[in-house]
């Protein structure tokens, strides 16, 4: 009897989720597609069915982890995009008990940082997929503020903090 239409979806789903975990967990090269697949519940062979590489399967987690904000899970905490001062509520958000408990459903730049520097370019495009999203974020925030100016206030930062080039 053949699967339902949305089991392939699911199982993917499944994978990617497992995914994440483990990757915010023990970082990019601390994780082994076995690994995955047997937190999903799932056995190795199916994993090239679904995925072509581990790299691959690294940018569907970390996409996955901008899709679904973490916050939405943790009590007491939540962030108002669209307000004034929604950089001071992701920041706050970033800082809260609940995104330190929460290690496996936490920003994926806990890990990435040090998992860019050691892989390729489908790793690194990831990391700069988030650094982007949280960069925009606080741009937006800023110009709410009427501190449209990325470089304003950036005199009051160590040299080794300021961006080049935007």
């Keep these: ?9 699911e199982t993917r789903a499944r994978i990617i989720r497992s995914a994440q975990a483990l990757f915010n ?7 082994s597609i076995d690994e995955v697949m047997e937190h999903a519940g799932l056995t190795r ?3 090239y069915s679904y995925f072509r590489t581990k790299s691959e399967l690294y940018a569907e987690a970390v ?4 899709a679904v904000t973490p916050w939405s899970r943790w009590d007491g905490v939540s962030v108002d995009c ?5 950089a ?17 459903g936490s920003c994926p730049l806990v890990t990435l940082s040090s998992d860019v520097a050691r892989s390729g370019k489908v790793v690194r495009r990831s990391f700069e997929d988030v650094f982007k999203s949280m960069a925009g974020l606080f741009e937006e ?17 160590p040299a080794t903090w300021r961006v080049e080039g935007g």
């Design 82 to 86: 669209a307000a004034r001062d929604a």
């Design 63 to 66: 996409a996955l982890a901008l």
């Design 45 to 47: 062979g199916g994993f």
């Design 1 to 9: 009897m053949p699967y339902p239409p949305e089991h392939r979806k």
């Design 141 to 157: 925030s800023l110009k709410r503020e009427g501190r449209a100016d990325p470089q304003r206030g950036a005199e009051d930062c």
């Design 88 to 104: 001071r509520q992701v920041v706050d958000a970033y800082l809260s008990r609940e995104h330190f408990d929460d290690v496996e």
């Design 25 to 31: 967990r023990r970082g990019f090269t601390g994780v």
